[in-house]
């Protein structure tokens, strides 16, 4: 199985940006979907955003539409995340996950998951 690492959270004001990766161990079949989800303490692992494949097709949340920016990279297996304008309640653990089949919004349906990266926005 594909192993993820996630990296690029940290600390951050209210009305700021950060950017996360996702870089995965080995090079990965295609064709895959690559989401980004999250976690907040209490709360359930809820959708962010994902991207096809060839980049064509994106997906976003409503709470993160306008603010956050999904991107791939193929040839470097990496995959990214761009957050700007953050808000208190973005403050969660962030993962990303791989998908093969399904439905991109259901994290059942990603097959491989990276350890996680905490996001703490500040007010």
């Known amino acids: 199985q594909v192993r993820l690492v996630e990296s690029g959270g940290g600390l951050v004001q209210a009305g700021g940006s950060l950017r996360l990766s996702c870089a995965a161990s080995e090079r990965t079949y295609s064709g895959y979907t690559m989401g980004w989800f999250r976690q907040a303490p209490g709360k359930e692992r809820e959708f962010v955003a994902a991207i096809g494949w060839n980049s064509g097709s994106t997906y976003y949340a409503d709470s993160v539409k306008g603010r956050f920016t999904i991107s791939r990279d193929n040839a470097q297996n990496t995959g990214y995340l761009q957050m700007n304008s953050l808000k208190p309640e973005d403050t969660a653990v962030y993962y990303c996950?791989?998908?093969?089949?399904?439905?991109?919004?259901?994290?059942?349906?990603?097959?491989?998951w990276g350890q996680g990266t905490q996001v703490t926005v500040s007010s």
């Open positions: 996950a791989l998908r093969y089949s399904g439905t991109y919004y259901l994290a059942k349906d990603y097959a491989s």
